[in-house]
């Protein structure tokens, strides 16, 4: 371990454009390992953008990702899921069709190994892997708090449930950074409360958290520190309190007349 | 999934029995009954069970439609009929040429799948669809400037399933049992098409199952977990094309004749029937949807006859009427049981909901 704090993720300069529209321009952030970490802004801010070239599913014009002190294979979410990064997604993304369990057990996929002649000829190595995935499954389906609905069909869970059994999910690849795409939206008080209990218990669990969100008082709360984004530039870093208090934040939320 | 019903075990074991026994004398018994052309039908049916259970893996579990999978029946019994006929005069055993023709197939498969990666829906089929047709068209012309597939004329002569002097072209007596080339055939076809049914159902409720389902239900969320997209897929086209070539094999073996015309693009949809009928992604589903769609068109024959027996003349041509039913049942089936005719439990729920 070097002297300096020890960054998970280091983004330098990512830039992203869309034809004529810059949609993340120069951001560099670094988010330390144990942390929870907001990236909050008005929409079209360039934060699910961030999330996209985060984990692979676009291309960053410019910039490079160290994550936990190699670069990060751009362009393949698959092997940034295998690197240790795991996302859920801003309009969740289950396999509707598959039952909560199952769906946790394809997040066991990066994890384990076994192929086709390990599934045609069922050896001892294949069933002990599948039993070890069954079990790891229902374990997370328990720690988010859903496992009554373990063969009940994603997409006939309630809404609440349907972002926890997205969380269980991420958590079943093992990642070292769980990315987070508004977990909280849609949710009335008492689930966003449950929520940021649940989240609290992961960072506790050894997770770093990137958490997008626009429900500024779980974010205040829960995350140490905050990065703003406006028009694809971050504009500000810190303590969610001074955060808060930034004029660029406050004019970015309220807009420049209020300023 | 399927595979696991809490049963007791000895229950469990004395309906396998049952059913095994069922299985062995079911060709005898309709050959008694039915004549040996039922016989007949029955091989052909087990030969679309394997192909029908290699297009749900594609199209069922991992949710790619394709509209040529025909193409790899066609490449399996090319492939069989090239190596065990006097074409070349080569006549390979077949111990080693289904193996062979499977890993041929599997190759096609991949060739197949590899540009068609980040093809969905709509567009997958029709780059499919021209696939199909582009195998269909070659075998068709490869009789020149060299004959390769003898053309439009097929390939005749192809060696029966063989081992040492034992053909199964040949009836044997057995203990008083007449065992025609219907029947031996039967029992081969019968052991491959389970021995494909085990795998289905082993591939379904595995790792990589669980990635194909995973794919079909949400490619996005499918790659966010991890799973390399491209490689799975790929193995879902090498896996169902597999299937379809050793029943393209077993089939050049059984018929002693393959021509480009038992290929076309009209096979392929009645395959794509099979799977949708029975119960996508179902394997006993898919089994009885295969069952079923060859079985009934061969029922309806009967129409004809039965029609001059009752009314003295024949109002409705038997074959006219079988595509006017088939149709009909299609519309109906799609209304009424869109999960098919036998859905898997969780499927079916999924409808009802």
């Given at each position: 371990m070097s002297g300096r704090m020890s960054a998970l993720l280091e983004a330098k300069s990512i830039s992203k454009r869309f034809g004529g529209l810059e949609a993340l321009t120069d951001v560099t952030l670094a988010i330390s390992r144990g942390e929870i970490y907001g990236l909050i802004g008005p929409n079209g801010a360039g934060k699910t953008t961030f999330f996209n070239v985060l984990t692979g599913f676009y291309r960053a014009d410019h910039g490079e990702f160290t994550f936990d002190g190699e670069p990060l294979y751009a362009g393949a979410p698959h092997r940034v899921a295998a690197a240790g990064i795991a996302r859920t997604f801003q309009n969740i993304r289950l396999f509707g069709n598959m039952t909560a369990l199952e769906n946790v057990m394809v997040g066991r996929h990066v994890r384990t190994r076994s192929g086709v002649i390990g599934a045609v000829l069922r050896n001892a190595a294949t069933r002990a892997e599948e039993r070890a995935v069954h079990e790891h499954s229902y374990r997370l389906l328990e720690y988010v708090g859903i496992a009554a609905r373990q063969s009940d069909l994603a997409?006939?869970?309630?809404?609440?449930?349907?972002?926890?059994?997205?969380?269980?999910?991420?958590?079943?690849?093992?990642?070292?950074?769980?990315?987070?795409?508004?977990?909280?939206?849609?949710?009335?008080?008492?689930?966003?409360?449950?929520?940021?209990?649940?989240?609290?218990?992961?960072?506790?669990?050894?997770?770093?958290?990137?958490?997008?969100?626009?429900?500024?008082?779980?974010?205040?709360?829960l995350c140490d520190r905050v990065a703003v984004l406006d028009y694809g530039l971050k504009i500000?870093?810190?303590?969610?309190?001074?955060?808060?208090?930034?004029?660029?934040?406050?004019?970015?939320?309220?807009?420049?007349?209020?300023? | 999934?399927?595979?696991?019903?809490?049963?007791?075990?000895?229950?469990?074991?004395?309906?396998?029995?049952?059913?095994?026994?069922?299985?062995?004398?079911?060709?005898?018994?309709?050959?008694?009954?039915?004549?040996?052309?039922?016989?007949?039908?029955?091989?052909?049916?087990?030969?679309?069970?394997?192909?029908?259970?290699?297009?749900?893996?594609?199209?069922?579990?991992?949710?790619l439609l394709d509209l040529g999978y025909v193409a790899f029946f066609a490449v399996g019994a090319y492939a069989y009929a090239l190596l065990a006929s006097p074409q070349f005069d080569i006549h390979t055993s077949f111990l080693l040429l289904l193996p062979l023709g499977a890993l041929i197939t599997a190759m096609f498969g991949v060739l197949l799948g590899a540009p068609t990666l980040k093809l969905r829906g709509d567009y997958l089929a029709i780059v499919t669809l021209g696939f199909g047709e582009i195998i269909r068209i070659f075998l068709n012309n490869l009789n020149r400037p060299f004959n390769i597939t003898n053309g439009p004329q097929g390939i005749t002569l192809i060696d029966p399933l063989q081992i040492g002097d034992v053909a199964l072209s040949k009836t044997f007596v057995i203990g008083g049992i007449t065992l025609a080339p219907v029947h031996s055939y039967y029992f081969v076809f019968l052991l491959c098409a389970l021995l494909i049914v085990v795998v289905s159902l082993r591939l379904e409720d595995s790792r990589i199952g669980r990635a194909w389902v995973a794919i079909r239900e949400d490619e996005a969320a499918a790659k966010a977990m991890g799973i390399n997209t491209r490689d799975i897929k790929l193995l879902a086209f090498a896996m169902g094309a597999t299937f379809g070539g050793v029943s393209g094999g077993l089939y050049a073996a059984f018929q002693g004749f393959v021509s480009p015309e038992s290929f076309t693009l009209l096979d392929s949809i009645m395959i794509l029937c099979m799977v949708v009928l029975g119960g996508m992604g179902h394997v006993p589903g898919v089994?009885?949807?295969?069952?079923?769609?060859?079985?009934?068109?061969?029922?309806?024959?009967?129409?004809?006859?039965?029609?001059?027996?009752?009314?003295?003349?024949?109002?409705?041509?038997?074959?006219?009427?079988?595509?006017?039913?088939?149709?009909?049942a299609l519309v109906l089936m799609m209304l009424f049981r869109p999960a098919g005719l036998w859905p898997s439990k969780i499927r079916k729920r999924e409808w009802t909901a």
């Open positions: 997409h006939s869970l309630p809404y609440g449930d349907q972002r926890r059994l997205e969380i269980a999910r991420a958590l079943a690849t093992e990642p070292k950074l769980l990315a987070l795409d508004e977990p909280a939206a849609g949710m009335n008080a008492t689930e966003t409360a449950t929520l940021r209990q649940l989240l609290e218990l992961i960072r506790t669990d050894g997770t770093t958290i990137l958490l997008i969100e626009h429900d500024v008082k779980l974010v205040m709360g500000a870093e810190g303590q969610p309190a001074e955060v808060q208090r930034n004029p660029a934040v406050i004019e970015a939320y309220l807009g420049g007349a209020l300023a | 999934m399927a595979t696991t019903l809490p049963r007791q075990p000895a229950a469990k074991w004395l309906g396998i029995v049952l059913i095994a026994v069922a299985l062995v004398v079911l060709p005898f018994a309709v050959d008694a009954t039915l004549g040996r052309a039922w016989v007949r039908i029955i091989d052909v049916a087990l030969l679309f069970v394997m192909l029908a259970l290699g297009l749900n893996i594609v199209v069922g579990y991992a949710g089994v009885l949807g295969a069952v079923l769609l060859t079985a009934l068109p061969e029922a309806l024959r009967y129409v004809g006859p039965l029609q001059k027996d009752w009314f003295g003349q024949v109002f409705v041509d038997p074959s006219d009427l079988r595509m006017l039913l088939f149709g009909l």
